[in-house]
């Protein structure tokens, strides 16, 4: 007999043959005394299924097969599964679902094995679902379906036990949950809706209840320690045994209870808020409050809202306190009242400081953060002590620092130090122009007397400037500094002048600065007629200066000068160190010895006040050079000033101060004066780009160019675009007078 004339199997034998194989693999699971499959079972049983799928029709069983195939595990099912689970409850249940689920497996795994020829054509041709398919199915239909809702309010209860503290079976957890993914078969729909919608209702419930009773009962840091706690414990749960794409669904639940929805009510409680943190200087729980804060949507906009309140209240009583210091003191107790400014510039470095160190630490660096600092200190830096500006307290404070016998006595490192913090406190002030005018004022004045203590600190500080407000900013300032080196190669070269020439000899010893008008600040010059001496010295240094250049005009600064007089008293000969304007004075009394306020006002070609300053300095101040008729502490038009030839002083050599005049007033208007030329500039080059625009417009663009030096009035703007209309610059819209055109 041939191999083709095989006998049939019909259905029934064949299925028997088959259901003792099926019996067997079920004694197996159940673990009954059963020797395991040898591969002659198997190939037997495998055999069978292929005998019976290939027979000619209608002997051909493959349907049938795949029907019975499905059916032998609906079988077991109800018949043993189903009953074991359903008279188990809570963490019995659970295990003997794991038990159950993991036999499924193997059962699926062997039968699919038996049936495979099944799966690799008939299945394949007719797209139905496969074998495995085929058998997890069954388990998710009869047991899944029927008993999921009773396992996940097992598992919940389980995880409300550990979150109270009780030690729970964490690898049962895992594997219950496992099937709950498994079941899926590649989604995880069963995952999220059986299970994990509820764990997260719950997960939900269960913070809120706790965090009503924290937030009576706790302090901010110790809620902000338990909430830490919490999200640290939920994490850990994910990964021991909740599916990784629960993370951080599960943490927005937790954090929206615990942070979200009492976050007002946590940052202000009265005694531990966000306020008497910052307060009390708490940096630890500081940097809590961030980490957890910034998880939250909109979490840090509170934060950094108190934040900002808290920096602007402190800075804010600093000048408060700086404005009391000193309307107490008196006025004329000048140099104290210099003091407290010194003082509140001081402390508004240290506050600065302070909150920068916990924008970096505490606040990692946020953006948000430094926007608060910055907007906190434009609201008190921006605000005066005692009638004077910011911009001209940090000015003060900077040529303390520069100047030779400051009242600050540091060391080369922390003069660096302080002055980098100074440019920085800079950027928070609206009035950088009057901060430039008033600092140039003042290295002027450092430059000019040899006030100034170290060049490289100078030049540093320009440096600092120059990246902070631009190259405009600082190119006066650096060009003052380069010219004093340029004077005092010019005086060398002046003294080898006169060693070479003996006929130019300016009688007396000469030293001649010679600056750049355009660098400095203007200053008044008057035709001082100077005494016969002097007026030597004047050609003499005129002569030299035009050997070296035809061009150049110089205009002299008496104001600016100073001298060494010998002053013949009856008991001594002294030295008196006055100014040029002092010394034109004096020497009137070589030739006279009484005069009168006006005859001094003539021979000098002075104005009023310069008189009225120079005379009060040598006959009403500390030292009396001049004897005054009528002997009164004024200065008025009808005196007569004789020479004092009783005068004496402990000292051989003294220095006559004239007081200087109050320049705060003319830095102020020279200031407004530039302000109005860039206003001009800046409406012009809109304009010139945009050929028309309406004025709302123009006023904001305006603002936005020139904002980086100073804050531009509104009316400022208004009243310059008047003008250049005046000046034909620009032009109203004839339908519209509300738009400018420019007019090329």
């Keep these: 007999m041939t191999m083709t004339e095989r006998k049939t199997i ?10 003792k194989g099926i019996t067997k693999l079920k004694n197996i699971l159940e ?54 689970l359903r008279e188990k409850h809570d963490e019995f249940m659970l295990r003997e679902l794991v038990k159950r689920w993991a036999n499924h497996k193997v059962m699926v795994r062997w039968l699919s094995r038996f049936f495979h020829y099944l799966d690799r054509y008939f299945i394949a041709r007719r797209s139905l679902p496969p074998l495995n398919e085929v058998g997890l ?29 009780e030690q729970i079976d964490r690898a049962l957890l895992k594997n219950v949950l496992d099937i709950f993914v498994e079941i899926g078969m590649g989604q995880m729909d069963y995952y999220e809706n059986d299970f994990e919608a509820t764990m997260l209702k719950d997960t939900a419930a269960y913070y809120s209840r ?40 599960l943490l927005e639940k937790v954090q929206h209870e615990l942070l979200s929805v009492c976050a007002n009510r946590l940052l202000e409680k009265e005694h531990s808020g966000c306020h008497a943190l910052l307060r009390d200087d708490k940096v ?17 906009d509170p934060v950094s809202g108190i934040f900002k309140q808290h920096v602007t209240a402190e800075g804010t009583a600093l000048v408060k306190l700086a404005e009391d210091a000193a309307s107490n003191k008196k006025a004329d107790k000048k140099d104290v009242v210099g003091m ?17 160190a916990y924008v970096n630490d505490c606040f990692q660096n946020h953006t948000l953060f430094h926007k608060a600092l910055k907007e906190a200190f434009e609201v008190f830096c921006n605000k005066g002590v005692a009638g004077s500006s910011s911009a001209e307290l940090l000015a003060t404070f900077c040529d303390n620092i520069l100047k030779k016998g400051g009242s600050e006595k540091l060391s080369d490192e922390a003069i660096e130090e302080t002055l980098e913090k100074v440019v920085k406190l800079l950027a928070y002030i609206s009035d950088k122009d009057l901060f430039a005018e008033f600092y140039r004022k003042k290295l002027a004045r450092r430059l000019l007397f040899d006030k100034s203590a170290n060049d490289d600190h100078e030049r540093s500080i320009l440096t600092k400037l120059k990246q902070q407000c631009g190259g405009q900013f600082t190119s006066k300032m650096e060009g003052m500094v380069t010219d004093l080196t340029l004077a005092r190669e010019n005086q060398t070269n002046f003294e080898e002048y006169l060693s070479n020439n003996p006929n130019a000899n300016p009688g007396i010893d000469l030293t001649v600065t010679v600056l750049t008008t355009g660098f400095w600040p203007s200053y008044k010059s008057f035709d001082l007629n100077l005494p016969a001496e002097m007026i030597k010295c004047v050609e003499v240094f005129r002569d030299f200066y035009q050997t070296k250049t035809k061009h150049r005009k110089l205009t002299w600064i008496y104001s600016l000068g100073t001298c060494n007089l010998i002053g013949k008293f009856e008991p001594k000969t002294m030295e ?18 009484r005069l009168s306020y006006s005859d001094i006002m003539t021979q000098l070609n002075l104005g009023d006040d310069d008189v009225v300053r120079l005379l009060h300095s040598l006959s009403c101040a500390k030292y009396k050079i001049l004897n005054k008729e009528p002997s009164t502490k004024t200065i008025s038009s009808t005196d007569h000033f004789e020479f004092n030839s009783n005068f004496t002083d402990k000292m051989r050599r003294i220095k006559i101060p004239l007081p200087p005049v109050d320049e705060k007033k003319k830095v102020i208007e020279d200031v407004d004066k530039d302000r109005r030329y860039a206003i001009d500039a800046s409406i012009v080059r809109i304009m010139k780009s945009r050929k028309v625009l309406g004025h709302q417009q123009l006023v ?45």
């Excluded at 965090?211 to 994910?238: G, H, T």
């Excluded at 001081?346 to 600065?352: F, G, M």
Aim: hydrophobic share 35%; with cysteine.
């Design 10 to 19: 019909d259905l029934e034998q064949g299925w028997e043959f088959m259901q």
């Design 31 to 84: 673990g009954l005394p059963e020797p395991q499959f040898s591969s002659e079972d198997y190939m037997m049983l495998y055999t069978t299924i292929y005998n019976m799928c290939t027979q000619k029709p209608p002997h051909d069983y493959s349907q049938q097969l795949y029907d019975k195939y499905r059916e032998s595990f609906e079988e077991y099912i109800t018949s043993t599964v189903l009953p074991s």
């Design 137 to 165: 199915t069954c388990f998710r239909e009869l047991v899944y379906q029927e008993l999921n809702a009773k396992v996940r309010d097992a598992i919940i209860s389980l995880i409300d036990q550990e979150r109270e503290g």
């Design 210 to 249: 706790k965090a009503s009773n924290w937030i009576l009962d706790d302090s901010c840091p110790d809620y902000m320690l338990k909430a830490e706690e919490c999200l640290k414990r939920e994490k850990d749960r994910v990964s021991h045994y909740l599916h990784s794409s629960s993370e951080p669904k």
């Design 284 to 300: 630890e729980d500081l940097s809590r409050m961030f980490r957890l804060f910034s998880k939250i949507p909109r979490g840090l």
């Design 340 to 356: 407290q400014e010194q003082l509140f510039v001081r402390k508004v470095i240290e506050l600065h400081d302070k909150y920068l």
């Design 576 to 593: 008196l160190i006055v100014t040029t304007y002092q010394a034109s004075a004096l020497l009137l009394f070589n030739s006279s010895d």
């Design 700 to 744: 904001m663009e305006c603002v936005e160019q020139l904002g980086r030096m100073f804050k531009p009035d509104f009316k400022a703007i208004k009243k310059r675009i008047e003008d250049l209309i005046t000046r034909d610059y620009l032009e109203r819209d004839k339908d519209n007078p509300n738009v400018f055109r420019y007019l090329a």
